[in-house]
């Protein structure tokens, strides 16, 4: 039995080229951002909020969500369309993308925009921030799950492995590692 339907998958995959031609037009309208990393994680971002998260656009702070950590901060293009396209906001907000009085800043701001669980941009600290969130959860016997989306170049950080050390001390099976494998980083190809 298939997981998924071929009719399911060809959804997915529109909403996936969706995703990255609007946010090619929002970095392009803008005229900064950084379209590799919106373009690399559409398909996993694609893949989690329509298919894989548990969260409701009209509950947006449900307890027993799970959660999403963009820790490659700099791809918010693609995270603030799959947002506006699974309800969270009108997709007329996305136009304004980086404008000061903006909902939608340049890296997620969990203060400003709704369904963002996380404040990213600072490279690597994303594991780190799920670890406490996990562990926060369970003090207060939560259940979730913690998806944390890293880029290849931030993973050269040590607190990334600080925090995956810890998700592995504290036995954390519902934080999930999500490595954007794209080969590019922002001063030139990742060495290897």
Not at 64 to 80: C, P, T, V, W
Not at 94 to 111: A, F, K, M, V, Y
Not at 144 to 171: H, N, P, T
């Amino acid at each position: 039995m298939a997981l998924y339907t071929e009719t399911f998958l060809k959804e997915l995959n529109e909403i996936s080229k969706r995703i990255r031609m609007k946010s090619l037009e929002m970095i392009c309208k803008r005229g900064v951002g950084h379209p590799g990393g919106s373009l690399s994680s559409a398909d996993i971002i694609t893949a989690l909020y329509f298919s894989k998260l548990r969260i409701d656009p009209k509950n947006p702070y449900l307890t027993d969500r799970d959660r999403f950590i963009l820790s490659k901060g700099h791809a918010s293009a693609a995270l603030y369309c799959a947002l506006s396209m699974r309800g969270f906001y009108p997709e007329d907000d996305l136009d304004r993308w980086g404008e000061l009085d903006c909902h939608l800043q340049g890296h997620p701001d969990r203060n400003k925009t709704r369904g963002v669980d996380c404040n990213t941009g600072t490279l690597g600290h994303g594991i780190s921030v799920g670890v406490g969130m996990l562990l926060a959860a369970r003090l207060n016997n939560i259940r979730y799950r913690v998806y944390v989306l890293l880029g290849d170049g931030e993973c050269q950080s040590g607190i990334i492995w600080e925090g995956a050390m810890a998700a592995a001390k504290f036995k954390l099976n519902n934080l999930m590692a999500i490595l954007d494998y794209n080969g590019v980083q922002f001063d030139g190809l990742l060495k290897k």
